[in-house]
């Protein structure tokens, strides 16, 4: 009877090895089938679109079925790596479709990365940050290692069940093919018959050698600009003695004017303001650019407008960066304006400024904020276009000047939306302390997506708010404020396929200034109607120096 107890015992680890076994091939097919028709964009991203049947696997089971047994090993293991690797950039694709509007560039893209985990880090602190770093080399060890072992699993059990395996390719490959001819689709634009991984490697592929030829292509186009020999004396004439401000407000996209569920609080912004104006003496011309870039990643966009080219990735900015390329700043700097950024976000040294031609840099230290810290966007833009009027635009017995203003108080989380306050109190900014909530900087993201946006509707409508209360304060006859959008929000924030049109406006007082772009074709009023005028932001540059000046000679181009 004892001898019998102990064997049952020791029989019993035996019973559960097959189901264990079982539970792990089935946990190994599953995350194979999911590798391999994963939808790569977040708006995809839902149960039904895991309903298809991969040729990948179809053909690599027939692969393995008629491989040496010698070799089967090595070619389960070399394709398990490069479908893990190709997993790692699906997720890659997913993230960025979710907040910059695009898929990952595997060749252009790793400085952004960096760039997003500084973002985190002045929203949630160095713990997150470092979290965040943590999770993802974790996450992507991860996925190399369990996607190429369950590919080998997988392998192994075809081979030792070479029968069911020939009988199930035979069954399943005219299935794939006749879903394939039909166009059958459970998600509308998701065939049941998936090709989606080896599609996926063979943009990969191409991929790569096309982003190095375009990098090389753009190089090269950097040296002919039409202005390059326009003398300085002839740079601007129209403008003499115009204070000419370019204030960028972040994500301020064309959906934030036309989508329902964003533009209230933003058009009564806008109409409110044009009124204001109005009553002032001002009026208004506005039209739409199409940006670069969505999502993020401002300072792209801020290269293509002062540029003239499009820049959409940071190799396109580094090389633009080394290049001696005309830009607005130093088109004014040579026609004898004092050139001035003002950089609420920036924290530390900003090399760029040499480049556009930029003579003095308020960075963050610079303009003196003593309100809360609120991480990246902490200082309000009523203090910002204060801190510009004290120490640039309200000079006396000074030359005319250009300014370009980066506005952030539109930047995501939107941990402090405060009401225009009056001028005269908004001193070194403690006032600020008394307003902010006192919440976490990133609360908002835990109360939901209607939540989310109002934040972002209702920060756009204080930056427009802000500049047209600035102009009414500060503005007079010789200012020229143009006013625009960076790029649109991210596609969590205002939905999927919102494109990459940005609001711009013209400001002032100069009916001279005015008739010269009539012929642009703009709206009047700070509010663009859905048919005004389109230009990709690349254009403004030289489509400005020419309405404004002599225009390129002919020995330019």
């Known amino acids: 009877m004892v001898l019998r107890r102990r064997a049952d015992t020791e029989t019993e680890p035996a019973r559960w090895r097959?189901?264990?076994?079982?539970?792990?091939?089935?946990?190994?097919?599953?995350?194979?089938?999911?590798?391999?028709?994963?939808?790569?964009?977040?708006?995809?991203?839902?149960?039904?679109?895991?309903?298809?049947?991969?040729?990948?696997?179809?053909?690599?089971?027939a692969v393995l079925l008629v491989l040496p047994a010698r070799a089967r090993r090595a070619v389960a293991l070399?394709?398990?790596?490069?479908?893990?690797?190709?997993?790692?950039?699906?997720?890659?694709?997913?993230?960025?479709?979710?907040?910059?509007?695009?898929?990952?560039?595997?060749?252009?893209?790793?400085?952004?990365?960096?760039?997003?985990?500084?973002?985190?880090?002045?929203?949630?602190?160095?713990?997150?940050?470092?979290?965040?770093?943590?999770?993802?080399?974790?996450?992507t060890i991860a996925v190399l290692v369990l996607v190429t072992l369950a590919v080998a699993r997988l392998a192994r059990v075809t081979v030792r069940h070479p029968r069911p395996a020939?009988?199930?390719?035979?069954?399943?490959?005219?299935?794939?093919?006749?879903?394939?001819?039909?166009?059958?689709?459970?998600?509308?634009?998701?065939?049941?018959?998936?090709?989606?991984?080896?599609?996926?490697a063979e943009q990969r592929a191409v991929q790569v050698p096309t982003s190095l030829l375009d990098q090389q292509e753009f190089t090269a186009a950097l040296t002919a600009d039409p202005f390059r020999d326009v003398p300085a004396d002839q740079l601007l004439t129209a403008l003499r003695g115009k204070d000419v401000v370019l204030a960028f407000v972040e994500s301020y996209g064309r959906s934030a004017i036309e989508r329902p569920e964003l533009a209230g609080p933003v058009t009564a912004a806008l109409d409110a303001g044009s009124a204001q104006l109005?009553?002032?003496?001002?009026?208004?011309?506005?039209?739409?650019?199409?940006?670069?870039?969505?999502?993020?990643?401002?300072?792209?966009?801020?290269?293509?407008m002062l540029s003239g080219m499009r820049i959409a990735n940071q190799a396109r900015h580094d090389a633009l960066m080394a290049s001696d390329r005309l830009t607005l700043v130093s088109a004014f700097a040579e026609a004898d304006w004092r050139t001035a950024a003002v950089m609420p976000g920036t924290t530390g040294e900003w090399p760029e400024a040499r480049f556009?031609?930029?003579?003095?840099?308020?960075?963050?230290?610079?303009?003196?904020?003593?309100?809360?810290?609120?991480?990246?966007?902490?200082?309000?833009?009523?203090?910002?276009?204060?801190?510009?009027?004290?120490?640039?635009?309200?000079?006396?017995?000074?030359?005319?000047?250009f300014a370009e203003i980066a506005l952030a108080s539109s930047h995501a989380p939107w941990p402090l939306i405060p009401p225009v306050i009056g001028w005269d109190q908004v001193g070194d900014g403690s006032i600020f302390q008394t307003l902010a909530t006192g919440e976490p900087r990133d609360a908002v993201w835990a109360k939901g997506t209607e939540a989310v946006r109002s934040a972002y509707s209702r920060s756009i409508a204080y930056s427009l708010g802000t500049l047209t209360s600035w102009v009414q304060n500060s503005g007079d006859d010789d200012l020229v404020l143009i006013v625009l959008g960076d790029h649109?929000?991210?596609?969590?924030?205002?939905?999927?396929?919102?494109?990459?049109?940005?609001?711009?406006?013209?400001?002032?007082?100069?009916?001279?200034?005015?008739d010269r772009v009539d012929g642009w074709g703009w709206d009047d009023g700070l509010r663009p109607n859905p048919q005004a005028p389109v230009w990709?932001?690349?254009?403004?540059?030289?489509r400005f120096l020419t309405t404004f000046g002599p225009g390129p000679t002919p020995e330019s181009h």
């Open 18 to 61: 097959p189901i264990a076994a079982r539970l792990v091939t089935v946990m190994a097919a599953l995350l194979v089938l999911t590798a391999l028709v994963a939808p790569d964009s977040i708006t995809d991203l839902v149960p039904a679109a895991f309903l298809r049947l991969p040729v990948e696997a179809l053909v690599g089971v």
């Open 356 to 401: 556009y031609g930029h003579q003095r840099v308020y960075d963050f230290p610079a303009l003196g904020y003593r309100g809360p810290d609120l991480g990246w966007a902490s200082v309000p833009d009523q203090y910002t276009m204060s801190a510009f009027e004290r120490a640039e635009h309200g000079q006396p017995e000074r030359p005319p000047v």
């Open 78 to 139: 070399v394709g398990g790596a490069v479908l893990g690797l190709l997993t790692v950039l699906k997720i890659l694709d997913i993230g960025f479709s979710a907040v910059l509007a695009r898929p990952f560039d595997p060749v252009l893209d790793w400085a952004l990365l960096d760039d997003g985990l500084g973002f985190l880090g002045s929203s949630t602190g160095p713990a997150g940050e470092v979290a965040a770093v943590a999770a993802a080399i974790g996450v």
């Open 278 to 304: 109005a009553s002032a003496g001002f009026a208004a011309r506005s039209g739409f650019l199409t940006s670069p870039v969505a999502g993020g990643s401002s300072w792209l966009a801020h290269a293509t």
């Open 166 to 200: 020939t009988r199930a390719v035979a069954v399943l490959t005219p299935v794939w093919m006749a879903c394939a001819v039909l166009g059958a689709q459970v998600v509308p634009g998701v065939p049941v018959a998936s090709a989606a991984a080896a599609i996926a």
């Open 488 to 514: 649109q929000a991210a596609p969590m924030i205002i939905g999927p396929d919102a494109g990459y049109d940005v609001p711009i406006s013209i400001i002032t007082r100069d009916r001279g200034v005015l």
């Open 536 to 542: 990709p932001m690349e254009d403004f540059r030289d």
